[in-house]
């Protein structure tokens, strides 16, 4: 064999094992994105109904899991289609310390997925609810769930001496 078939036959090689990784990595966001979703749905009394309605909703599984990064791989979903990967950017400033890790699901009206769609970007409203897995809602009493608008969900994301609520963040498709 000659050392350019070799090569070429390394390369080969190569592409396929990359190409295998990011099936890999894509299979796996979606299984997590998939807990995830039914982790909040066991929480949120209303998840299911709103879902089956929702135009779209985006779902990040792990977020904070690199305290050096302001990004967050999940997916963007809408009934009947295939998920689009989309980037949950955040401010550094008031994240939570390396090891706290945290769950966040963006609930999109008709108007805002057409502003995502359309830019490739969207603000999200800096409130969100926080629930743990056991459907306890942990907010302030006196901030009700909205009814009505772009919803952020997350789970808690406290540390020992953290508890802060997430600013300026912003949803961007892939």
Request: with cysteine; net charge negative.
């Amino acid at each position: 064999m000659s050392a350019r078939r070799g090569l070429c036959l390394a390369v080969l090689a190569l592409a396929v094992l990359v190409a295998g990784c990011a099936a890999s990595r894509a299979a796996r966001l979606r299984e997590e994105a998939d807990r995830t979703v039914a982790g909040f749905s066991a929480s949120v009394p209303e998840l299911e109904a709103h879902l089956a309605q929702a135009p779209a909703w985006a779902v990040f599984p792990r977020v904070g899991l690199d305290p050096s990064s302001p990004r967050d791989e999940g997916l963007l979903c809408r009934p009947g289609e295939e998920p689009l990967p989309c980037t949950l950017v955040r401010p550094l400033a008031g994240e939570p310390p390396a090891g706290v890790v945290y769950h966040e699901m963006v609930l999109l009206t008709a108007e805002d997925l057409a502003v995502l769609l359309a830019e490739g970007s969207l603000d999200l409203p800096d409130s969100a609810e926080v629930y743990d897995w056991a459907g306890a809602w942990l907010d302030e009493p006196s901030a009700a769930p909205a009814t009505s608008g772009t919803r952020r969900i997350t789970t808690p994301r406290s540390g020992l001496l953290f508890a802060e609520p997430v600013h300026g963040q912003r949803l961007e498709l892939r």
